[in-house]
T-cell receptor, first 113, second 114 residues
């Protein structure tokens, strides 16, 4: 089946730093979604990308839909402590009248001790 | 505007038992999907309901079944529980079972099977 690979698997941030993570697939996706999940909660949608090459921002977050449609990038500028959490990329797979989301394994963002 | 709600928040069961989890979609949404998230992993698609019918199903055994009600709320049932069924069960809703619609998640139900 289709798989999404996220890297890095985990990273440490220091307040004020910029953070980058990416997601790649062996298959083409027509939509890319980025979610953040805090401990004990469900994933929250951060950014949705619908067009190859699209660059979309949401506050300090910027995401890009790769030209090949097989990758996407998420950047967080000037990180703050509440940016800690797990970031997932996801792509919808459409069949008949339904669609399901395929998720990557997540990038865990932690605070540097 | 209420988001996706799920109940209960936590549940402890023993092997062999049956469990029912509940979900109310976001206002204006008519499609409900269920996902299983094991510890340290991304969510895995179980199935999706639209117009009270199962429209898509992931690689889960028949022990996992669901239902959607006329008010669009949904239930996930798991029979003959196994230890490996311990996970966070997430419900997601979207406005249409169509291309391009994003899914919004509830807080999940954490199930522990002993």
């Amino acid at each position: 089946g289709q798989q999404l690979n996220q890297s890095p698997q985990s990273m440490f941030i220091q307040e004020g730093e910029d953070v980058s993570m990416n997601c790649t697939s062996s298959s083409i996706f027509n939509t890319w979604l980025w979610y953040k999940q805090d401990p004990g909660e469900g994933p929250v949608l951060l950014i949705a990308l619908y067009k190859a090459g699209e660059l979309t921002s949401n506050g300090r977050l910027t995401a890009q839909f790769g030209i090949t449609r097989k990758d996407s990038f998420l950047n967080i500028s000037a990180s703050i402590p509440s940016d800690v959490g797990i970031y997932f990329c996801a792509g919808p797979i459409f069949k008949a009248a339904g669609n399901k989301l395929t998720f990557g394994g997540g990038t865990r963002v932690l605070v540097k001790p | 505007d209420a988001g996706v709600t799920q109940s209960p928040t936590h549940l402890i069961k023993t092997r062999g038992q049956q469990v029912t989890l509940r979900c109310s979609p976001k206002s204006g949404h008519d499609t409900v999907s269920w996902y299983q998230q094991a510890l340290g992993q991304g969510p895995q698609f179980i199935f999706q309901y639209y117009e009270e019918e199962e429209r898509q199903r992931g690689n889960f055994p028949d022990r996992f079944s669901g239902h959607q009600f006329p008010n669009y709320s949904s239930e996930l049932n798991v029979n003959a529980l196994l230890l490996g069924d311990s996970a966070l069960y997430l419900c997601a809703s979207s406005p249409l079972a169509g291309e391009g619609e994003t899914q919004y998640f509830g807080p999940g139900t954490r199930l522990l099977v002993l």
